[in-house]
């Protein structure tokens, strides 16, 4: 899968962008092509190696029956385990996974426990984190610019905590 400038792509390791330049560079004495992508939400340029992306796991953002799937997995938020730290294990593996759909499971899943109770501080930067990366792909797969997609995914979230 080769990728443009100007092509939205979503690389798990640091989140979403634009590629702006596929250049040659040098690192480490050895000569390499590279996408030099613009991150959304993070300032600051990342270097993925063109022969390595798609081992990396960069990739186009959801679109199509793959976002709307994305946006039905918030309604499926999931019994966290009760205990602390095996809850941030739970979390932080969905995390470390960068399945957009567990992402949006989990993010359902904190949204609904904050609805019951606060988060802790941790808990809630691990919200914090989850709703970004999945405003980065809302957005990168056209629903607007960044914070029209935080304000969505939002209203979504809280238009489905009241459902039930």
């Known amino acids: 899968m080769g990728f443009n400038i100007g092509d939205p792509v979503v690389y ?4 979403g962008g ?8 040098e690192v480490m004495g050895e000569r390499n092509t590279y996408y030099v992508i613009e991150l959304l939400r993070k300032p600051g340029t990342i270097m993925v190696p ?44 969905a995390l470390n996974e960068s399945n957009p759909l567990e992402l949006a499971r ?21 919200y914090r984190e989850l709703v970004g990366i999945l405003s980065e792909e809302l957005a990168l797969a056209g629903l607007g610019d960044l914070r029209s ?3 969505f995914l939002t209203e979504k979230l809280d238009a489905l905590a009241n459902e039930t």
């Open 149 to 151: 997609a935080e304000a």
């Open 106 to 126: 989990m993010l359902a899943s904190l949204h609904r426990r904050h609805q019951q109770r606060p988060l802790s501080g941790t808990e809630h930067q691990q």
């Open 50 to 93: 063109v022969e390595k992306a798609e081992t990396l796991g960069l990739r186009y953002p959801l679109a199509g029956a793959d976002r709307d799937a994305l946006l039905a997995a918030l309604g499926e938020a999931r019994d966290l385990a009760s205990g602390w730290p095996a809850r941030q294990r739970e979390i932080g593996r």
């Open 18 to 25: 634009y590629i702006r330049e596929i250049a040659e560079r």
């Open 12 to 15: 798990p390791a640091q989140g």
